[in-house]
């Protein structure tokens, strides 16, 4: 049987080696435009597509590949006689290799000034096609997508002039997964062109960016993915400068620090742990900003996760260098502050270009057997109709104070308190299953620094109890969404202490 390889790829990496030592291991090359110049300029021997339908491209190369000269070769069974006397009939000869990728889709919508008409003309018909055709046949056929396993099949060929059944099901399973995440870009572009919301069928991909030691326990497999043109100002995106790797909760915890820092346009620090902040705070600068977070909770910090949105320094470098923390996220960091924190060997450092426009994406969360989508949380309180629910308005350090407890409260887990003043957190309560009980946990945390300050609720108080607390406390202002049928009751007991108290009219649950 006359053997033959149809190569036609736009990533050309490797691509003149491999159709080189497939030459000289007695395959007959066939080729197309870009492809065939490359292999020609470099003196492999090839023929063109062309040659082997009798028909040339057309329609500006839209019509090529699409005919049963090149399709027969690739979906003929090799064993079936029947097969074999049709393409005899038809002067078909079988394609035992194929090696194609695609248009460059995904690079043609990364471009900021892409059109609508470039991207569509970017969209692969042929190559698809080819290598689905290859894949389903793959019990004859070996098809290639990823240039890295051009090595892979060339040793196997010079080893016993063939290529193994295993590997090429493994070849065939990695075209569908690469033809499935192509068709998924492609879908959501045109899904986003068409300004579909909730479209009949959700599709989207990942590509792996590492496999992780194990998930939440030692016991739980785990492995991180990120998706192709997500948002850069990410954990997934990140630059990781320094320390051993990251680990599942390692991510989980950053993300959730990133999250709660992009709230901020002044010097912020941002220290989590189990996705929860325990310190947050704001200053003149990093420094300042950092000593207010690590004050705010100076025990929880131990082992947490750090993120800042300004260059760490040589001061701030020290202060964080004093206490034992998993990772640092920042901007940049100064050369000073490398050289004091890479000392660490297994300390952790991000960088993140923060000054890259957030993207804004849909927040998926799994379920067992399915996905619940929704739109991220990005409501601000400039979004909110704020009212002042009692006789008293608050202060303008009060007002300072409240809006800076109502940026971190949205990031906590509900049922969720936060108490705070102008510049940080005093004490946090996360994760209660009554909202009293989350407020006594962020009082006693804050302890005599409550007295005077303010306290932020994430979803509207049920019964007056989280205000008479509140007031026992020392609590002289208090921000809530409002909306529950017993307010008056909250509002008459704030008035009762003098505690000033804003309704914003929007809750922020997070479960």
Request: proline share 4%; hydrophobic share 40%.
């Amino acid at each position: 049987m006359k053997k033959r390889a149809l190569i036609s790829v736009s990533d050309k990496t490797g691509v003149v080696e491999f159709a080189r030592h497939l030459s000289e291991l007695g395959y007959e090359l066939i080729s197309t435009g870009g492809t065939k110049n490359a292999l020609q300029a470099a003196g492999v021997p090839v023929i063109s597509v062309s040659d082997v339908t009798g028909f040339p491209e057309i329609l500006e190369g839209r019509v090529k590949t699409l005919n049963p000269y090149i399709h027969g070769g690739l979906l003929a069974k090799f064993s079936d006689e029947n097969h074999q006397k049709q393409l005899a009939e038809h002067k078909i000869d079988p394609i035992q290799i194929v090696c194609v990728n695609l248009y460059p889709f995904q690079q043609t919508i990364a471009k900021p000034d892409v059109t609508v008409e470039d991207a569509i003309e970017n969209i692969d018909i042929g190559g698809p096609t080819m290598l689905r055709a290859s894949a389903k046949n793959h019990e004859f056929v070996t098809v290639v997508v990823d240039p890295t396993d051009y090595e892979v099949v060339l040793e196997e060929l010079k080893a016993s002039g063939d290529v193994e059944k295993a590997t090429r099901r493994k070849l065939a399973a990695k075209v569908f997964r690469h033809t499935a995440a192509y068709d998924a870009m492609i879908a959501e572009y045109m899904t986003d062109l068409a300004g579909e919301e909730n479209p009949e069928k959700m599709t989207v991909t990942y590509e792996l960016k590492q496999s992780l030691r194990y998930g939440e326990n030692p016991h739980q497999k785990a492995a991180f993915y990120r998706k192709p043109l997500g948002s850069v100002f990410s954990i997934a995106n990140a630059t990781q400068l320094h320390g051993k790797e990251l680990s599942y909760n390692n991510i989980n915890d950053a993300d959730a620090a990133l999250q709660i820092v992009k709230e901020f346009t002044e010097p912020a620090a941002v220290a989590v742990k189990h996705m929860n902040p325990c310190g947050v705070g704001t200053g003149t600068d990093v420094y300042d900003a950092f000593t207010k977070a690590f004050a705010a909770d100076p025990i929880s910090i131990f082992g947490g996760i750090i993120a800042l949105n300004r260059e760490v320094d040589k001061p701030t470098a020290e202060k964080l260098h004093e206490i034992f923390l998993e990772i640092i996220i920042a901007p940049s960091y100064s050369e000073e502050a490398l050289e004091v924190l890479t000392s660490k060997k297994n300390l952790r450092l991000l960088t993140i270009p923060f000054d890259e426009k957030v993207k804004v994406e849909n927040k998926h969360v799994s379920i067992e057997g399915g996905l619940l989508v929704q739109d991220q949380d990005r409501f601000t309180l400039e979004d909110a109709t704020v009212t002042v629910a009692t006789k008293r308005e608050p202060s303008e350090e009060e007002w300072k104070a409240l809006k800076l407890g109502w940026k971190v409260v949205k990031h906590v887990k509900s049922n969720a308190i936060v108490v705070n003043d102008a510049d940080m957190t005093l004490g946090i309560g996360a994760g209660q299953m009554n909202r009293v009980g989350a407020a006594k946990i962020a009082l006693e945390q804050a302890g005599e620094k409550a007295t005077g300050a303010v306290l932020a609720s994430d979803a509207f108080f049920p019964m007056d109890d989280t205000v008479e607390a509140a007031a026992k406390a020392g609590i002289t202002a208090i921000i809530q969404p409002g909306g529950s049928i017993r307010d008056e009751d909250s509002v008459k007991k704030a008035d009762e202490y003098g505690i000033a108290m804003v309704f914003t009219g929007v809750r922020h649950f997070k479960h």
